[in-house]
């Protein structure tokens, strides 16, 4: 669960180039029981904007685990070290055949608007000499710039993906659902 974000210095708590994003988060076991961050095997952070066409901004992290405070109260924080750039980063495995006539945005200004940090863990466990993985993820929306309004985007759902997929996940199901 992401609880907060803070470090945004624009009016309203807006995040504007040069800050440095804050994230306050909790883990929860289904059973609503907190998870130690110790026991997760893995843990990272990326930023994303805007919703209205997705964008590197803040390259994935994964020093989560290691890096973020624990306020012994079953939440933590973790601070990007790099703060928000002046320009959008180049996507991953870019090409030539992609521009800006296509939609990318690598190297322009960052664009008020609604962005996305998002967070994922994974737990790695052995039972009866089998391996396996428990995965989570969640994304969260704040403003940018002299955004105004939340505009979240949801193209799909789980629900219509798992119409096919017992559960939609991707990367060895170290990532679960949409977001």
């Not at 309203?12 to 130690?36: E, H, I, M, P, Y």
Request: some cysteine.
């Amino acid at each position: 669960e992401i609880l907060s974000l803070s470090g945004g210095t624009g009016t309203g708590g807006n995040f504007q180039v040069g800050n440095l994003l804050t994230v306050r988060f909790a883990l929860k076991k289904d059973d609503g029981w907190s998870w130690k961050l110790a026991e997760m095997a893995s843990g990272r952070m990326l930023v994303s904007g805007p919703t209205s066409n997705y964008q590197r901004v803040l390259a994935q992290v994964s020093d989560v685990i290691t890096a973020s405070v624990d306020h012994g109260d079953g939440t933590y924080s973790y601070t990007f070290a790099t703060p928000f750039p002046s320009a959008y980063l180049t996507p991953f495995n870019d090409t030539a055949s992609f521009g800006p006539d296509q939609g990318e945005l690598a190297g322009q200004p960052l664009q008020a608007g609604t962005y996305s940090v998002g967070a994922y863990f994974r737990w790695d466990f052995t039972v009866e000499g089998e391996e396996l993985r428990e995965a989570g993820s969640k994304v969260h929306d704040f403003l940018f710039g002299s955004a105004a309004t939340i505009e979240p985007r949801a193209v799909v759902s789980n629900d219509n993906c798992n119409r096919c997929h017992d559960e939609l996940s991707a990367h060895g199901n170290s990532r679960e659902g949409v977001g």
